[in-house]
C-alpha cells in the first residue's frame, strides 16, 4: 500500500521566493498533519485538518505560511515569501484512528 | 500548547541490558498518548498509542505502560539490540483528540 507521498523531497531556493510543499495522504485517512523538524524544537506541529477542514493552525509561525486541503487526497503547505530560518525538514502525517503515518519528508533550505 | 518532558536525553547501553525512558505531560484535558520510534534519515514510526489509566502495551521487547492521573508513561526496551538504536518520541493528544504534541525524544545508542 502506498503511504503518504511528499514532493519535493529536497527543495534549495533563494530567499524572498515562493515555495510549495505537498502532501497526499494515505486514501481513507480523515485527519492531516504538517509538522517542522529543527534541531532547537524537535517536532512542531504547524497546522493539522480534520476532514479537509483546518481544525488548529496555531502552530504556524506567521503570515508568510499558508496550508491548503482542497480534497481528502491532497494538501500544500506554502511559503511566500521564504527565508533562511524557514530551511527545516518538512513532515506531512495522516491518520484515521489516531496513530500518525508519516511521509518522507520535504527538506527544504533558504539560501 | 502541552508541556512535554522527556528523560533522558541521550543515553548509551551495552548490547544485552535493558533500559526504560521516561514521558511526562499535563494530565489535564488528556485525551491518548503516541510513542514513537524515529530512525535517521528516516519518518518517526509508531509503536503504542494508548488512552486510558493503567494501560499497557507490549510488541516483541518494547512496552510501556500510561499514568493519566499523575501525567507520565513509560517505554522500556527488553534486552537492548543495536537495531534498537534510535530516537524514540512521546506525543499525548489533548482537547480534540487530533492535536498531537511531540516531547523533544530520547536518543538512544546501543553499542554492540
Known amino acids: 500500500d502506498a503511504g503518504v507521498i511528499q514532493s519535493p523531497r529536497h527543495e534549495v531556493t533563494e530567499m524572498g521566493q515562493e515555495v510549495t510543499l505537498r502532501c497526499k495522504p494515505i486514501s481513507g485517512h480523515n485527519s492531516l498533519f504538517w509538522y517542522r523538524q529543527t534541531m532547537m524544537r524537535g517536532l512542531e506541529l504547524l497546522i493539522y485538518f480534520n476532514n479537509n477542514v483546518p481544525i488548529d493552525d496555531s502552530g504556524m509561525p506567521e503570515d508568510r505560511f499558508s496550508a491548503k486541503m482542497p480534497n481528502a487526497s491532497f494538501s500544500t503547505l506554502k511559503i511566500q515569501p521564504s527565508e533562511p530560518r524557514d530551511s527545516a525538514v518538512y513532515f506531512c502525517a495522516s491518520s484515521d484512528t489516531g496513530e500518525l503515518f508519516f511521509g518522507e519528508g520535504s527538506r527544504l533550505t533558504v539560501l | ?112
Open chain 2, 1 to 112: 500548547i502541552l508541556n512535554v518532558e522527556q528523560s533522558p536525553q541521550s543515553l548509551h547501553v551495552q548490547e544485552g541490558d535493558s533500559t526504560n525512558f521516561t514521558c511526562s505531560f499535563p494530565s489535564s484535558n488528556f485525551y491518548a498518548l503516541h510513542w514513537y520510534r524515529w530512525e535517521t534519515a528516516k519518518s518517526p514510526e509508531a509503536l503504542f498509542v494508548m488512552t486510558l489509566n493503567g494501560d499497557e502495551k507490549k510488541k516483541g521487547r518494547i512496552s510501556a505502560t500510561l499514568n493519566t492521573k499523575e501525567g507520565y508513561s513509560y517505554l522500556y526496551i527488553k534486552g537492548s539490540q543495536p537495531e534498537d538504536s534510535a530516537t524514540y518520541l512521546c506525543a499525548p493528544s489533548s482537547g480534540g483528540y487530533q492535536k498531537v504534541t511531540f516531547g523533544t525524544g530520547t536518543k538512544l545508542q546501543v553499542i554492540p
